[in-house]
């Protein structure tokens, strides 16, 4: 079985700009959480999804947003990017919202 | 407010066992989680544990939980330097969050 999939790998993006993340969770799985890695805050959660709706929300500024689609596949996206939102972004997929969470590679994200 | 905690760093030889130690905050939690990063990677799920059980093992781990003091272990039995990685202990709180904690960076020696 295929795991959970991450597009792209690595992006460089400059202020101001906005990004879209890609998340392919493993075949079956309806529940997609999205998360930020960076050495001075550790890993810190973004958001799930489940069967399309947001089930949690992490303490994130609406600058960072998501969506799933009815494929269970899901998109995270970030406006206006700042310095510090230079971070592994790191997607998890699991059966249900209580179930232990399968992470991708995760996608590397530079802001310049 | 949901919490977890780690030690940093720690150092073993190979061969030696390794023991990794976490405290959370929420005593709602219902499942307990160990992950394993390398690097450049994500993080790979190592082994789980239920709040209602003590023990679990799992070949070469084995997991500790005392519920009363709200703390878990993980437990490496002779280690190899393939398990020099980033350790990870996470706690599902009551609102279904997975809060993590700073990870544990795991140097194994020849």
């Not at chain 2, 703390?71 to 996470?90: K, P």
């Given at each position: ?5 991450q597009t792209p790998r ?60 009815s494929n269970s596949r ?39 | 407010?949901?919490?977890v905690e780690q030690s ?103």
């Amino acid at each position: 079985k295929a795991g959970v999939t991450q597009t792209p790998r690595y992006l460089i993006k400059t202020r101001g700009q906005q990004v879209t993340l890609s998340c392919s969770p493993i075949s079956g799985h309806r529940s997609v959480s999205w998360y930020q890695q960076t050495p001075g805050q550790g890993l810190q959660f973004l958001f799930e999804y489940f069967s399309e709706t947001q089930r949690n929300k992490g303490n994130f500024p609406g600058r960072f947003s998501g969506r799933q689609f009815s494929n269970s596949r899901s998109e995270m996206n970030v406006s206006t990017l700042e310095l510090g939102d230079s971070a592994l972004y790191l997607c998890a997929s699991s059966l249900g919202t209580s179930n232990e969470q399968f992470f991708g590679p995760g996608t590397r994200l530079t802001v310049l | 407010g949901e919490d977890v905690e780690q030690s940093l760093f720690l150092s073993v030889r190979e061969g030696d066992s390794s023991v990794i130690n976490c405290t959370y905050t929420d005593s709602s939690s219902t499942y307990l989680y160990w992950y394993k990063q390398e690097p450049g990677a994500g993080l790979q799920l190592l082994t789980y544990i239920f709040s209602n059980m003590d023990m679990k093992q799992d070949q070469r781990l084995t997991v500790l939980l005392n519920k009363k003091d709200k703390h878990l272990s993980l437990r490496i039995a002779d280690t190899q330097t393939g398990d020099s990685a980033i350790y990870f202990c996470a706690a599902r709180s009551n609102t279904g969050k997975l809060i993590f904690g700073q990870g544990t960076t795991l140097q194994v020696k020849p």
